[in-house]
């Protein structure tokens, strides 16, 4: 198996710009989830999806920030317009649906570093 | 809502000393934990988990961890550190559903000869 797959693994772009990172999961996790790594805060999770669907979209940070998922293998996260606070690691993590709702292992891609000037 | 503390935020052992790293959770059931392990510029590798069952679990790369309800700790052990132990290791905490995880800020560790 391949792992989680995200691209870019680098991105430096200007303030203003619009940025858009992909992630392909796992095949047959139905988990996906999008957490960015900051010094100050650490791993934090912005959205996860169940089966494509968003469940908990309460850690994106602004109207700035969207993400999809159009189908089991793809996700984006797009931030439009970029600002220089964005500059952070940002982690896909894909999972299997635990059976009776137990917790499943969550398997991290590479990460995109992103750096907005 | 569950949360996790790791005290140390940098520690420094030789090689071939012994190592161990604290986490402390906090959640009102029965946590899911986990150790993940950060090498520079890498995606997070996971270390070892505990569901349930047997209070000491063993990882991959020699490492193991105990869960002490009592205390509510999770701590990370390796009996001999390698020089290529160096990294950052994030203890996390899951719920029952598949939850999002919850990390700890991480613990940086270096080897020294």
């Known amino acids: 198996d391949a792992g989680v797959i995200q691209s870019p693994r680098h991105e430096v772009t200007e303030m203003g710009q619009e940025v858009t990172l992909r992630c392909k999961p796992i095949?047959?996790?139905?988990?996906l989830f999008w957490y960015r790594q900051t010094m100050m805060r650490g791993l934090e999770l912005l959205i996860y999806f169940n089966n494509n669907v968003p469940i908990d979209d309460s850690g994106m940070p602004e109207d700035r920030f969207s993400a999809k998922m159009p189908n089991a293998s793809f996700s984006t996260l797009k931030i439009q317009p970029s600002e220089p606070r964005d500059s952070a690691v940002y982690f896909c993590?894909?999972?299997?649906?635990?059976?009776?709702?137990?917790?499943?292992?969550?398997?991290f891609g590479p990460g995109t570093r992103l750096l907005v000037l | 809502a569950q949360s996790v503390t790791q005290p140390d935020i940098h520690i420094t052992v030789s090689e071939g000393a012994s190592l161990e790293l604290r986490c402390n959770y906090s959640y009102g059931a029965t946590p899911y934990l986990f150790w993940y392990v950060q090498s520079p510029g890498q995606g997070l590798q996971l270390l070892l988990k505990?569901?349930?069952?047997?209070?000491l679990v063993q990882g991959i790369k020699g490492f193991e961890a105990e869960f002490k309800r009592s205390q509510s700790s999770f701590n990370l052990r390796k009996p001999s550190v390698h020089w290529s132990d160096a990294a950052e290791y994030f203890c996390a905490v899951g719920a029952w559903g598949n939850t999002p995880l919850v990390f700890g800020k991480g613990t940086r560790l270096s080897v020294i000869a």
């Open positions: 505990y569901f349930s069952g047997d209070t």
């Open positions: 095949s047959g996790h139905d988990y």
């Open positions: 993590a894909s999972s299997l649906d635990g059976a009776g709702g137990h917790q499943e292992t969550q398997y």
